[in-house]
Nanobody
Framework: VQVVESGGGVVEAGGSLRLSCAAS????????MAWFRQGPGQQRELVAQ???????NYGDSVKTRFTISRDSAKNTVDLQMNSLKSEDTAAYFC?????????WGQGTQVTVSS
């Protein structure tokens, strides 16, 4: 099983980025897929989650700005991030199957300049 994130980069505050998580060895529509992030000196936190039945869940700080979606044809899970703030600066990680026993990607860095 492999989970690979892409799409990170440097963006100005107020801008947008779209992250993508490509999975191999699993079918993303059969797993709870999630994006987590870890900022400098901070604990890893849940950003957004999409369940196998399609329901979604968001962290309080992003729920009006970020959208998680799934493309079953491409076997990917995307995170559309709008109205980015400096506090969104973090390494973003894709997870399949839950944080305790699931699969993790290597992360992609998002830096928001103010």
């Amino acid at each position: 099983v492999q989970v690979v994130e892409s799409g990170g980069g440097v963006v100005e505050a107020g801008g947008s980025l779209r992250l993508s998580c490509a999975a191999s060895g699993i079918i993303v529509s059969r797993y709870a897929m999630a994006w987590f992030r870890q900022g400098p000196g901070q604990q890893r936190e849940l950003v957004a989650q999409i369940y196998s039945h399609g329901g979604t869940n968001y962290g309080d700080s992003v729920k009006t700005r970020f959208t998680i979606s799934r493309d079953s044809a491409k076997n990917t899970v995307d995170l559309q991030m709008n109205s980015l703030k400096s506090e969104d600066t973090a390494a973003y990680f894709c997870n399949a199957g839950g944080p305790d026993r699931g699969y993790w990607g290597q992360g992609t860095q998002v830096t928001v300049s103010s």
